[in-house]
């Protein structure tokens, strides 16, 4: 079995990263991974009360935690999210753009509403949040972004249209950057996971038990993956031990893309 936690990522004591999303799933286990790894974090999400509780219990292990209740949405939270950060530790180490939105539906019943709703929070929140930290960023040593992708921006399925048109801009920011900000020693890198235990999928599915039998037949692996396993990856990309990588996006899927048809 997975044994995530014993994995000792070092490098990062000190670096100021902030999680978008850092309330629950993924970012939540990131934020908590961070902290025990001595980096200050800023936690970034809607809902203040999930963000206080992750900082609490960072705080209650040793570390410093900062919440920023934010709607990713707005155009202008990138910039208060980031200006909270430099008044509270003076600088940004490292970008962790996990925040999303999921809707699974056919075609005919998205509208504009909800596609810029998607296309707001998927694609311009870490545009902006990275245009935004960038001035601080190229100052630190660690100089690190992560943007938490899917391996839905590869596959074809039917429903997640929007969704995996936004996860596949994502991608092709993630390399386009790579490139253009590789002069100042800005890394950014990519993990696209494929079915992770996390609420998101209460917010597309009406069968949750459905829902995870079905994510459970596309994993060649036989289960799906913990938030802990792609905690890792994504500390591990912002860590000095990636240091001679950036544009990759790492599929962290069980197999998912690689066994699709
Ligand atoms: N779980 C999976 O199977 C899976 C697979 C592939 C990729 N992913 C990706 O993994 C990332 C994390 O998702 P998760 O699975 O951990 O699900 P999750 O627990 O639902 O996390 C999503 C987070 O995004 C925040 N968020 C959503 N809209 C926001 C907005 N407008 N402004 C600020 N924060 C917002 C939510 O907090 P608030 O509601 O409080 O704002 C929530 O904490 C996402 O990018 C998702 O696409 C997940």
Redo the contacts with the bound molecule.
């Keep these: 079995m997975h044994n995530s936690q014993d994995v000792a990522i070092t490098g990062l004591s000190g670096a100021v990263v902030i999680v978008?999303?850092?309330?629950?799933?993924?970012?939540?286990a990131t934020a908590r991974r961070l902290g025990a790894a001595g980096a200050p974090v800023v936690l970034?999400?809607?809902?203040a009360d999930?963000l206080r509780e992750v900082a609490a219990g960072i705080t209650a292990a040793g570390g410093q935690a900062l919440c920023v209740p934010?709607?990713?949405?707005d155009p202008a939270?990138p910039g208060r999210i980031t200006q909270a950060c430099l008044d509270r530790f003076g600088r940004i180490d490292g970008l962790v753009n996990?925040?999303?939105?999921?809707r699974h539906q056919p075609f005919g019943d998205w509208d504009t509403g909800c596609f810029d709703e998607h296309v707001a929070?998927?694609i311009r929140?870490p545009f902006f949040l990275i245009q935004a930290a960038l001035p601080a960023l190229r100052e630190s040593p660690i100089r690190s972004v992560v943007n938490?992708?899917?391996?839905?921006g590869t596959l074809r399925r039917a429903g997640q249209s929007v969704?995996g048109m936004t996860?596949s801009a994502l991608d092709y920011l993630t390399q386009t950057l790579a490139g253009e900000l590789a002069p100042l020693g800005v890394r950014v890198n990519g993990i696209?996971?494929?079915?992770?235990?996390?609420?998101?999928?209460a917010?597309w599915a009406d069968d949750l038990e459905e829902a995870y039998r079905w994510?459970g037949t596309q994993v060649p692996l036989g289960r799906?993956g913990a938030?802990g396993e792609?905690a890792l990856w994504i500390t591990l990309l912002l860590s000095p031990a990636a240091a001679f990588m950036t544009g990759a996006v790492i599929p962290l899927d069980g197999g998912q893309v690689i066994d699709r048809e």
């Design positions: 978008t999303g850092a309330g629950s799933g993924i970012g939540a970034a999400g809607r809902r999930p934010a709607d990713l949405a939270s996990n925040a999303a939105v999921i929070t998927n929140a938490v992708s899917s391996s839905s969704y996860k696209a996971p494929g079915p992770i235990d996390t609420p998101i999928h917010t994510l799906i938030p792609v």
